[in-house]
């Protein structure tokens, strides 16, 4: 596990604990997927969420990203799909930047997103949400739509349904589903399990690793830590906007500083 304490590694930035860091990212992200490099943005001037945040994510991986309420987590999802000002550093996707790219290029270039909230077209019918989801590339609906419903069984016996009509389970599916009908190779999910009960928020982490089997990076941002770290091949916690640790899911959650500092109870689970 790579320890970044955000608050100390870039007050020097010349100093040696920098180095290390900014190295060690460097090293391990050469060849990633996507990354982001040396990340600053946020929402209004002057005033920044992400500061000199560094990430990255393999072919094939699931990557979770978790920390304290405001450390910067859904903001980082939001600046790699151009939702907030980017003041410094870069995202590129298999070395092609995404800065200043459009929603609809960004979709095209091959990054899904499902927002945490109003991540449905609630008065449309799931056809016609898949269909929404595939504006870019209608004539291969057919062969989407059997992908996701192999995913999602339940969407076939729903298909005519209202999305709005469903539970909140099944308008996730749908929304999951939508953002997985232009083929993605890397899926953004914003605190998918939020406001589900237990039981559903069980299924949201079984239906995001069963995505992630299909050969689709995942990048997710969960508060549900322990979940999240169970499923993930590797996390980040951030906090303040910064990197504070990096390594494997396991070596995460069972990590005492990480228990202590940033997951609670976590350790009494």
């Excluded at 898949?130 to 339940?154: A, I, T």
């Amino acid at each position: 596990m790579s320890k970044k304490s955000g608050a100390n590694a870039y007050e020097n930035a010349s100093g040696e604990s920098a180095a290390i860091d900014r190295a060690e990212h460097l090293a391990a992200a050469e060849g990633a997927l996507l990354r982001a490099d040396d990340l600053t943005a946020g929402y209004i001037p002057e005033v920044n969420i992400l500061n000199h945040c560094d990430f990255h994510v393999n072919e094939g991986e699931l990557v979770g990203i978790i920390g304290p309420n405001g450390a910067g987590k859904s903001t980082l999802l939001k600046a790699i799909f151009g939702l907030v000002t980017v003041r410094e550093g870069d995202i590129t996707l298999r070395g092609q930047s995404l800065r200043g790219k459009k929603a609809n290029q960004l979709v095209d270039m091959g990054v899904g997103f499902v927002p945490q909230t109003e991540n449905v077209f609630p008065t449309l019918t799931v056809e016609e949400n898949m269909q929404m989801g595939l504006f870019l590339r209608p004539k291969k609906f057919s062969e989407r739509w059997d992908y996701v419903v192999d995913l999602f069984p339940r969407l076939s016996d729903r298909r005519k349904q209202r999305a709005g009509s469903l539970s909140g389970g099944e308008r996730q599916m749908v929304a999951m589903a939508r953002a997985l009908m232009m083929e993605p190779s890397v899926l953004l999910l914003d605190e998918p399990s939020a406001g589900l009960s237990p039981v559903l928020q069980d299924e949201v982490f079984i239906l995001t690793k069963r995505i992630n089997r299909t050969g689709v990076s995942v990048i997710m941002v969960e508060q549900n830590a322990r979940r999240c770290l169970q499923i993930c091949d590797r996390g980040y916690v951030l906090d303040q906007g910064r990197n504070a640790y990096t390594g494997a899911g396991s070596d995460l959650m069972n990590d005492p500083h990480v228990i202590s500092l940033y997951l609670g109870t976590l350790a009494k689970a």
